[in-house]
C-alpha cells in the first residue's frame, strides 16, 4: 500500500463482501451527469403493450396469409421473372407510403393501425427472403440478366412505388384541406359561397 492510499479512498478500492441481503436501490430521477432522464430498467417486453402486439402478431397472421395465397394463385415457374414476388413487393412499398401519410397527417391519432397495418400486414406481405431466394434460383440456373432485372428492376419499382404513394397520400391531404376550408367559409358567409 503505498503512502497516499489512506482513509475512505483506500476503503473503496477494496473488493466489497457480497452478501445475501438485498442491495440498496438506486436513486431515481436526473443522473448526475448528462442532465437527461434516466432510462427505464424494465425489460423492453413488459414496456410494450399487450395490444400491440396482439394488433401486430394480427396483421402479420393476415399479411402472411394474402401473400401465400397470391404466390398459389400465380405461381411462377423456374427460370422466369417471378413477377408474384415483384408484384406484392412494389405493391406493399406503395401502400406503405401511403398509409403513412394517412396515420401521421390526415386520421386522428391511433394507438393500433400503423402496428397492425404497417408492421404487422405490410410487414408480412412484403418479403425480403422471397426475393433472395427468387433470385438465387435464377442466378443457378444461369439466367443472370433476370437475376439483375430482379434486384435492380425491384429496388427501383420499389422507389417509385413509394414516391407514388407519398404523393398520392398528399394530394389527399391537399384536397381535404381545401375542401375543410370551403366548408368553413360556407359555414360563415351561407351555402352560395365557394
Keep these: 500500500m503505498r503512502a497516499d492510499e489512506s482513509g475512505p479512498e483506500r476503503e473503496s478500492r477494496e473488493p466489497t463482501h457480497i452478501s445475501d441481503a438485498e ?7 436526473e443522473p448526475e451527469t448528462g442532465g437527461g432522464p434516466t432510462p427505464s430498467r424494465e425489460p423492453f417486453r ?17 399479411g402472411g396469409s394474402a401473400r401465400y395465397v397470391l404466390g398459389l394463385t400465380f405461381p411462377t415457374s423456374r427460370g422466369t421473372f417471378p413477377l408474384t414476388t415483384f408484384a406484392i413487393n412494389v405493391s406493399g412499398a406503395f401502400l406503405l407510403a401511403l398509409l403513412l401519410v394517412y396515420v401521421l397527417e390526415i386520421w386522428p391519432p391511433t394507438q393500433y393501425v ?7 400486414f405490410l410487414g408480412a406481405f412484403t418479403t425480403f427472403s ?13 439466367h443472370y440478366a433476370v437475376a439483375a432485372f430482379n434486384v ?11 414516391a407514388l404513394g407519398l404523393a398520392v397520400g398528399r394530394m389527399a391531404l391537399a384536397r381535404r384541406v381545401r375542401l375543410a376550408a370551403r366548408h368553413s367559409r360556407a359555414r360563415r358567409y351561407g351555402w352560395w359561397v365557394r
Design 46 to 62: 413488459s414496456r410494450l403493450r399487450k395490444g400491440v402486439l396482439a394488433a401486430v402478431a394480427f396483421g402479420g397472421v393476415l
Design 130 to 142: 422471397t426475393w433472395m431466394v427468387d433470385t438465387d434460383h435464377l442466378l443457378g440456373h444461369g
Design 152 to 162: 435492380f428492376g425491384s429496388l427501383f419499382a420499389g422507389l417509385a412505388a413509394t
Design 23 to 29: 442491495p440498496e436501490p438506486e436513486p431515481r430521477g
Design 114 to 120: 400503423r402496428p397492425f397495418a404497417g408492421v404487422g
